[in-house]
Nanobody, 122 residues
Framework: VQLVESGGGSVQAGGSLRLSCVAS????????MGWFRQIPDKEREGVAA????????VYADSVKNRFAISRDNAKDTVYLQMDSLKPEDAGIYYC?????????????????WGQGTQVTVS
C-alpha cells in the first residue's frame, strides 16, 4: 500500500486543520489506519486509529474531544480533523496502515507509511 498525506500547514492556536491520507495499491477497507505524530528527539507516537472490522476509533488522551479520525473506504482515504489546536500538537504527521486489530497500534507493527505532512501551531 502506498500512502500520501496532505493538509498540513501553519495555524494559530485554537485553529483547525484537516489531514487527508490517500491509499493506492490496495484497499484500506481491510486494515487498521492510523495517524502518528513525530517531533524532534521524540519517538513517533500514535494520535488516532480506526478499524474497519468493528468501526472502532481510538485516540491518544492528549487529543480526545479535539481530533476526529474518519475513513472513506470507497475513496481509500482516511482523514484526521484537528480542532482547537495547541502548540504541543505541532509535528510531522504520518499516516500508516497494517494488520493490527485493537487499541493504538505500535508504530513498529504497521508496515506502510506515508511521507508525512508538517503541522505547525503558533
Amino acid at each position: 500500500v502506498q500512502l500520501v498525506e496532505s493538509g498540513g500547514g501553519s495555524v494559530q492556536a485554537g485553529g483547525s486543520l484537516r489531514l487527508s491520507c490517500v491509499a493506492s495499491g490496495d484497499t484500506i477497507g481491510r486494515y487498521c489506519m492510523g495517524w502518528f505524530r513525530q517531533i524532534p528527539d521524540k519517538e513517533r507516537e500514535g494520535v488516532a486509529a480506526t478499524y474497519s472490522h468493528n468501526d472502532m476509533k481510538v485516540y491518544a488522551d492528549s487529543v480526545k474531544n479535539r481530533f476526529a479520525i474518519s475513513r472513506d473506504n470507497a475513496k481509500d482515504t482516511v482523514y484526521l480533523q484537528m480542532d482547537s489546536l495547541k502548540p504541543e500538537d505541532a509535528g510531522i504527521y504520518y499516516c500508516a496502515t497494517g494488520r493490527w486489530y485493537a487499541g493504538m497500534p505500535p508504530p513498529g507493527n504497521l508496515d506502510s507509511w506515508g511521507q508525512g505532512t508538517q503541522v505547525t501551531v503558533s
